[in-house]
């Protein structure tokens, strides 16, 4: 078998110091002071109903992420309410919009529009297709309100082709930007190949299910314990396995523990490999 990687050797609380980007290092702290590593996919498709998840939850995550795209009713009223919570509630707002134009137009969509997704969510992600630019235009918008952006290096999806050499230079693009603004990626497991000491990248992983293996629409889930023990990423990404549990607001405020819980026993497994 070969030898564990790294990263995933290092309790959540010693890789803050190796950070410089304040919404990474927030997050780390989070998932120190929480004892948490999950996050919640709020895919729901009015702000009452988000924010009602959010309520239910947000003492479990340490992150709650959003597609303000699909919410009917979306105002920036919402949007100040999603970060009045993510305060009283200590979690960071991940809102997950997919960048993937050219740098100008990705900057204008990240502050303009009717979303001004800067103005309120703490981090985002951009596919790496259209090649640097995307980063250095989404970074000149970002980096000075201390916000943080993740690499899409692979997807939970049947067929995706983000894969391999993609995979691959999907890592290398994020180590030429340096790390203080792009603080990790959306992938299945440890991309950051032979990392260099000091080196440290925040891997979140979507495709999440304690119950189901996957949708009619190419999701594939994995377990907690396979995302964080077996793969080694550091947040667990869950929606309808929590937001959709049948009971009311009980049944998803304890699913939500159970996922948090199920994903911080496999990372003190992790840590305890040494
Ligand atoms: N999501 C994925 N897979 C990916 C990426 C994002 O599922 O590879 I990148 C998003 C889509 C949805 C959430 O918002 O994560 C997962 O939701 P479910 O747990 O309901 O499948």
Redesign the pocket.
């Known amino acids: 078998m070969s030898s564990p990687h790294p990263t995933t050797l290092k309790p959540y609380a010693e890789r803050i110091e190796l950070h410089t980007n304040p919404t990474a290092r927030r997050i780390l702290e989070i998932m120190d002071r929480k004892k948490t590593n999950l996050a919640v996919?709020v895919?729901v498709t009015t702000t009452k109903e988000a924010l009602e998840v959010v309520r239910r939850v947000g003492e479990s995550v340490c992150l709650v992420?959003t597609?303000c795209d699909i919410i009917e009713d979306f105002t920036l009223d919402f949007a100040n309410e999603l970060v009045k919570l993510s305060k009283e509630l200590d979690f960071v707002i991940f809102e997950?919009r997919?960048f993937a134009d050219i740098g100008n137009t990705v900057s204008l969509q990240y502050s303009s529009g009717h979303h001004r997704i800067s103005s309120w969510s703490d981090l985002t992600?951009a596919h790496p297709v259209p090649g640097p630019g995307i980063i250095t235009g989404l970074s000149q918008v970002g980096k000075p309100l201390g916000r943080a952006l993740l690499l899409?290096a692979?997807?939970?999806?049947k067929g995706?082709l983000a894969t391999g050499s993609y995979t691959e230079q999907t890592y290398k693009m994020a180590k030429d930007a340096g790390r203080d603004f792009v603080i990790g990626f959306?992938a299945q497991g440890r991309v950051d190949t032979n990392p260099e000491k000091g080196e440290d990248w925040i891997i979140m992983s979507?495709?999440?299910?304690l119950v189901s293996k996957g949708?009619k629409l190419g999701?594939q889930?994995r377990t907690p314990r396979e995302v964080v023990y077996d793969a080694g990423a550091d947040v667990i990404?869950?929606?309808?396995?929590i937001y959709?549990i049948q009971g009311g607001e009980k049944a998803v405020k304890d699913e939500a523990e159970r996922y948090r819980q199920e994903g911080w026993k496999a990372y003190e497994e992790r840590l305890a490999r040494k």
């Open positions: 996919s895919d992420k597609h997950d997919k992600n899409l692979e997807m939970s999806s995706s959306i979507p495709g999440v299910g949708d999701q889930y990404i869950v929606g309808r396995g959709g």
